[in-house]
């Protein structure tokens, strides 16, 4: 499941034209570094189009992610307000949506509704990546990706990921047309 779909889920429409308005999207070259491991950022991105790689140095630079178009990075950094612990590379040409860090949190601060469902999105994000890390390291090495299923959700979340699918449409058309 695209990780997008959990923040999506959560925020309703005035937050998704909020992060519109606000958010920038920026194309980056196959090659650039678009977060460095222990370098602080001022963005939150999301991964519209294109191919990411995740590495750290504490495994020699190997990548321990490969991301793909719904993916969101960044957001760790923003939540506990350390520097990043890895690094993300642009594997090929891609589009990210950009939310300048500064604009994030005083939108935080100054509209509590949108805080409760900004930072329940990323409990629940954060939440999924642990259990998928953990299925990822109880799992044989080299047993090849490894996911977890949309049945395992409850009834209410599958109903939030549905219309967190058409929010995602409708964001992207929105943005390739240039809105």
């Known amino acids: 499941m695209e990780k997008v779909l ?10 998704i034209d909020w992060i519109l308005e606000t958010g920038s999207r920026e194309e980056i070259s196959a090659g650039t570094v678009l977060i460095y491991e222990g370098k602080a950022i001022d963005a939150v991105y ?8 995740v590495k750290t140095k504490a495994t ?3 990548e321990l992610a490969n991301l793909l178009s719904g993916e969101v990075v960044g957001e760790m950094s923003f939540v506990d ?3 990043p612990s890895a ?3 642009a594997k090929q040409n891609s589009i990210v949506l950009s939310l300048p ?9 100054q509209d509590v509704g949108f805080a409760s469902r900004f930072y329940r999105a990323m409990a629940v994000f954060l939440s999924h990546r642990l259990r998928l ?22 009834d209410e979340a599958r109903v939030g990921v549905a219309l967190a699918k058409t ?6 058309r929105r943005l390739k047309d240039g809105c």
């Open 167 to 172: 929010r995602l449409d409708w964001l992207l």
């Open 87 to 89: 690094t993300v590379t």
């Open 46 to 53: 999301i991964l519209l189009e294109g191919e990411l790689s």
């Open 60 to 62: 020699g630079d190997r």
């Open 133 to 154: 890390t953990v299925k990822q390291l109880s799992s044989q090495a080299g047993s090849g990706p490894v996911s977890l299923p949309d049945d395992e959700l409850a």
């Open 101 to 109: 860090r500064k604009q994030l949190a005083t939108k935080l601060i």
């Open 81 to 83: 307000t350390r520097p």
């Open 6 to 15: 959990f923040i999506l889920a959560e925020l309703n429409d005035d937050d």
